[in-house]
């Protein structure tokens, strides 16, 4: 299974993507350094940028490439 079934394979800093937030909290298909507050995840580095909620009560991280 794919974490993140996506169109997009490359990615540079300041490009986002949405992440289910039970994926997150798992950590499915991603790791989390604590001392430096990131998701690794795709051979980049990742922060947290914001949170959505759709209309079928899915909650989702939008997630920000950092580097």
Do not use: N
């Not at 990742?46 to 920000?64: C, H, S």
């Amino acid at each position: 299974m794919d974490p993140f079934p996506i169109a997009k394979t490359s990615w540079s800093p300041g490009d986002t993507r949405e992440v289910e937030q039970s994926r997150v909290h798992k950590e499915i298909g991603m790791e989390y350094d604590s001392y430096r507050r990131i998701y690794l995840a795709d051979g980049h580095e990742w922060r947290i940028a914001g949170q959505i909620a759709r209309d079928d009560g899915r909650k989702y991280y939008i997630l920000e490439c950092v580097g």
